[in-house]
């Protein structure tokens, strides 16, 4: 096996692992072991435990960071709002154990890399686009990051349901999803206000 094809394989070995028994409950040993290799071989490539988690989370956000990024800049308005929705379900059914390394919570020295960083990136993004919408329709475009957090947030958190259950399919979640949020963005109040009982 050559050294980019062993550091492939121990990459894969702990991706499973991590998502398994996240960080903590993860070993140097049990990845060498299952890659017949001794502990010394993985510190080489990655020089620790830590180094190896950071390369997997780095991958793991590298590729939901595509697909929700090439979704917010190639299609426009409703469609947009589907292709991100549809983008985050597709990489949890395609990356499952990528994904449940993402949501567990980091070591403590891992502060890049997250899906809380990957979530305020979302928002960032998605506030930029509804600034813009809301300046059109008349709305007040400081409130853009507020909606922001609200679109990204129910994404996020049905994602993260779906993760386990896998029912509906991912189109008719996505497809509901969107069906809530793009028809409550549709008739925003200019001024909403809470009503007394």
Same mark, same amino acid.
């Given at each position: ?34 890659a017949n290799v ?65 949501i567990r919570d ?34 007040? &475009? ?26 509906? &399919? ?28």
């Open positions: 096996m050559t050294g980019s094809e062993r550091r492939q394989q121990l990459i894969e070995i702990a991706k499973s692992l991590f998502a398994e028994r996240g960080y903590d409950g993860t070993s140097i040993e049990e990845i060498a072991q299952r001794s502990k010394p071989v993985v510190y080489e490539h990655f020089g620790g435990k830590e180094g190896l988690y950071a390369v997997v989370v780095d991958r793991e956000m590298s590729a939901l960071l595509e697909g929700i990024t090439s979704s917010l800049t190639r299609n426009r308005s409703r469609v947009r709002v589907e292709r991100v929705a549809l983008a985050l379900l597709t990489y949890v059914e395609e990356h499952t154990d990528g994904f449940r390394i993402l980091s070591p403590a020295a891992i502060t890049s890399g997250t899906y809380a960083t990957l979530l305020n990136d979302a928002v960032n993004q998605v506030s930029s686009i509804l600034a813009g919408d809301f300046s059109r329709r008349g709305l007040d &475009p400081e409130l853009a990051p507020l909606y922001a957090q609200a679109l990204v947030g129910s994404v996020s958190m049905t994602a993260q349901w779906w993760l386990d259950v896998r029912e509906p &399919p991912k189109e008719v979640v996505a497809a509901h999803v969107v069906n809530l949020a793009w028809n409550g963005l549709t008739h925003l109040e200019p001024d909403p206000v809470l009503h007394e009982e």
